[in-house]
Structures are given as structure tokens and as C-alpha cells.
């Protein structure tokens, strides 16, 4: 892996928080991914599960951890099955993760090669009541492939019909939204690295530039420091591409006078940042594109202060659209008649300011969380708020990444990202 070793006290403490979740006499189970092909012999590049690497930091295909917390075994009640690498695979691919540094980076003692699995399973099968499968239940999830851990389960509730079933994805959902400091310390890295990227086309973006090349310059700055990628596909939206709002071409070229929007995260240890800036392409706002610009950073400012213990979500975007709505009024993009006749399903300001404003942010983009709940003190969120505007052929978002704290504002990992239109205008013209 490109990034430094995490300590593996990290996945020790998520184990043990999941457990602590676990109904009696229960075990988990949780699958890497599959490497997915491409035709002939050509693959994607593996990603790892998140699930299972939050649990055990095995970053590696076909690995399967087990969780069996009242196992008459101790040393069944952590188990890692990995595929057993020798000196012909170490050739070939790569070194695999022996039993020894399985340990190291798990701190789980139990490791089998994965032709025992099903001798094991059997064991343990007929020591406990129920297993937990692990299906993904994001509310944004729209999956057609089968996965691994979709053929895991099929055969699992085949062989063993007669044990309950109960869903990991409760537990996870909460779990994984309340990051532990390692896990914020991580994130800030991917920000960190997202910055040298911003930085890094400031002084490269000019009339004449192709989104490709920009879309180039931040990854070459990703690799250079760890990252293995960007945490998304990114957005370089110049002129009237910023108002398609998951806009990934990058294929034309950046005219004077345009603003540029830019979408762009780096990963880190499979942990996202999630930014977004907008920039002039002469290195200049005009004065419009400044008055619209410092609109977005307002309700930016004004709805991060919104992101406290407590807070409900949806709530959170009605007073959002608040703020936007008094922005689009002093804007003259909508009129007080549009506020009163509008639509409590879709209000007035929607015309200009159409998805949400913030999301959790984490080992996915769009990270674990569950929404009906209230916000709690170390989740991250994104808050990106926006104005569209074909008629004028330009669109400004602007996003940072927070920590929510127990009191107070929330720590923002991109305070050293530029955002004000000064700061802004002074680099690209230094």
C-alpha cells in the first residue's frame, strides 16, 4: 500500500465497539471484495471493503473476518481467513499478508488460509444461534452486481437454514459515523493532500487550459504524496459545465473570463476528502461572479455553524434553504412573489440551489450515517452549498470537510484550503 502502516490498536477498538453490539451467542461475518474485470484478462484496480477493512485493516482481496465475541474458543472469537500466499504468487502479484503480518496490521491472533473456511465455519456454525450478513442498506446504494459477499450469503443461508439471520448494517451505519481520532487524523491527511493539489493548479490554471489537464496536475500532486487516487470521480466543470452538477467529461477547454469548478478529493489509507472550490480561469471574479461567489461562502459559513450535537438533518436543510433564499433575494434571482407562491415541496430557491447541503463523509464519500437520527460530536460532514445559473453560464459551489465537537463550532480539516475571493485572486495573479 502507498500509505504508512495504521496502528493496528484502530481496528482493535472498532472490533471490540461492534461486538459490544452483537446479540448473545452471535457471530459476523465480513468479506473483501471481489477484483472486477474489465474483458480478456484486464481487471480494476481492487477496493478493498470498507466494512471489513474498518474492522480488521486487511486491504486485500479474497480475506473474510469472523466475529464470534461468546465462542467456546477463545481463539475462535477473532478468526481471519486470507488466501494463502507463497513464493509463486509473491512473484507474480506481489507479497501477500502472511499470518505474521496479518497480526501486525489486524492485531488478530487467529489466522487460517482460506482452504480451511468451511471446516471452520462448521465448528463455529454449530456453536452459535445466529449470524450477522453483512448487506449494503446505504440510503444512496443502487448495486446490480453480485457481490462477494452476496455469494458469501447465499451459500451461508444454504448450508446453515436453520440459524437466524441478523443485518450488520445497523450497527455499521452507526458505528462508522462517529470517527475515532485516528480515523479524523486520516481524513485530515486526504485534506491535507487535497490542499497541495488546489494549491498546485492555482498557479497552473489559465485561458487555454483543458479540465483534462487540470483534472492531471491534482492527481500527479496525489500521487506524489501517498494517495493512491481520487476518493470520487472529479468534477472540472469550466463555464456552463459547472450547472451539470455530476459533470466528469473534463474534456473542454477552460475560456477567459469563465469560472471553473472543481470537485476534487484525494483518498488516503482508503479514507476521502471532499472538496470543492471555484476559481476564475483569468484569475480574476468579475464583479458578478464575486457577488455570487461570497453568497455561497456565506451560507457555507453560516450552515457549518448549524453542524452541532442534536441537530437533525433534515431540519438542518430547511434552515439552510433559509439562508439561501435571503441570498438569492439580495441576488435578484428570484423575487419575494416566487417566496410566496412557492412550493413547501420544492421551494423558490431550488431553481438555483437543487441538492442538499451536507453529507457524512469517511471511508466513503458519501460515508455511513443514518439520517433520522440526530448529529453527534465526531461525525465529519461535508458542507457544500451552491448557486446554478445557465442564463449566465456559470456556477459556484463551495465545500469543506468538518468534524462535528461536543460544543462549539465544528473543527473544519480545510481551514487551510483557500476559499476567499482575495486569497484566491492573490495566488493566481502572484
Known amino acids: 500500500m502507498k500509505y504508512s502502516p495504521i496502528d493496528k490498536s484502530l481496528f482493535e477498538t472498532n472490533r471490540a465497539k461492534f461486538m459490544a453490539k452483537m446479540i448473545p451467542n452471535s457471530l459476523a461475518v465480513f468479506n473483501s471484495n471481489d477484483i472486477y474485470p474489465i474483458s480478456a484478462d484486464s481487471a480494476m484496480p481492487f477496493e478493498q471493503h470498507r466494512d471489513i477493512f474498518y474492522l480488521s485493516g486487511v486491504d486485500q482481496e479474497e480475506s473474510i473476518l469472523v466475529l464470534f465475541p461468546d465462542c467456546p474458543k477463545e481463539k475462535h472469537r477473532e478468526i481471519l481467513f486470507l488466501k ?82 441478523a443485518k450488520s448494517s445497523p450497527i455499521l451505519q452507526r458505528l462508522r459515523s462517529i470517527k475515532e481520532p485516528t480515523e479524523i487524523d486520516l481524513i485530515q491527511k486526504a485534506c491535507d493532500i487535497t490542499e497541495k493539489g488546489f494549491r498546485r493548479i492555482l498557479d497552473f490554471v489559465k485561458p487555454g487550459v483543458w479540465e483534462f489537464e487540470i483534472e492531471a496536475e491534482f492527481i500527479h500532486e496525489f500521487l506524489r504524496h501517498r494517495s493512491k487516487k ?6 472540472i466543470a469550466s463555464g456552463n459545465n459547472a450547472n451539470v452538477l455530476h459533470y466528469i467529461e473534463n474534456n473542454q ?5 469563465d469560472l471553473i469548478l472543481m470537485d476534487v478529493g484525494a483518498e488516503y489509507a482508503n479514507y476521502s476528502s471532499d472538496m470543492t472550490r471555484s476559481v476564475p480561469v483569468s484569475g480574476r471574479f468579475s464583479e458578478r461572479q464575486k457577488a ?45 412573489a416566487d417566496v410566496q407562491n412557492e412550493n413547501p415541496e420544492w421551494p ?21 450515517g443514518i439520517l433520522t437520527e440526530p448529529m453527534q460530536a465526531n461525525m465529519v460532514f461535508t458542507v457544500e452549498p451552491g448557486i446554478y445559473i445557465p442564463d449566465e453560464s456559470f456556477g459556484i459551489r463551495l465545500e469543506d470537510d468538518v468534524v462535528i465537537q461536543q460544543s462549539g463550532v465544528p473543527i473544519n480539516l480545510m481551514k487551510n484550503i483557500p476559499i476567499e475571493v482575495e486569497e484566491i485572486e492573490d495566488i493566481m495573479n502572484s
Not at 97 to 119: C, H, N, P, R
Not at 230 to 235: E, K, R, V
Not at 253 to 257: D, E, P, S, V
Not at 292 to 317: C, F, R
Open 253 to 257: 477547454k477552460c475560456n477567459a473570463g
Open 84 to 165: 494463502e500466499t507463497n513464493e509463486h504468487i509473491a512473484i507474480w502479484e506481489g507479497e501477500k499478508l502472511t499470518k505474521e503480518k496479518a497480526f501486525e496490521t489486524s492485531g488478530i491472533k487467529t489466522v487460517y488460509w482460506l482452504q480451511d473456511m468451511e471446516k471452520i465455519m462448521f465448528e463455529i456454525m454449530t456453536q452459535c444461534d445466529t449470524v450477522y450478513i453483512n448487506t449494503n442498506e446505504h440510503y444512496r446504494a443502487n448495486v446490480e452486481t453480485e457481490t462477494r459477499e452476496d455469494r458469501f450469503t447465499k451459500w451461508l443461508k444454504n448450508k446453515y437454514p436453520s440459524h437466524s439471520v
Open 230 to 235: 481520487f476518493a470520487y470521480t472529479p468534477i
Open 348 to 368: 423558490a430557491y431550488k431553481k438555483y440551489f437543487m441538492h442538499g447541503t451536507s453529507h457524512h463523509m469517511g471511508l466513503d464519500t458519501h460515508d455511513y
Open 292 to 336: 455570487v461567489y461570497n453568497a455561497v461562502l456565506h451560507v457555507k459559513n453560516e450552515a457549518t455553524k448549524m453542524l452541532v450535537p442534536g441537530t437533525d438533518w433534515a431540519d438542518y436543510h430547511v434552515e439552510v434553504g433559509k439562508i439561501m433564499t435571503h441570498e438569492l433575494l439580495n441576488l435578484s434571482l428570484i423575487d419575494k
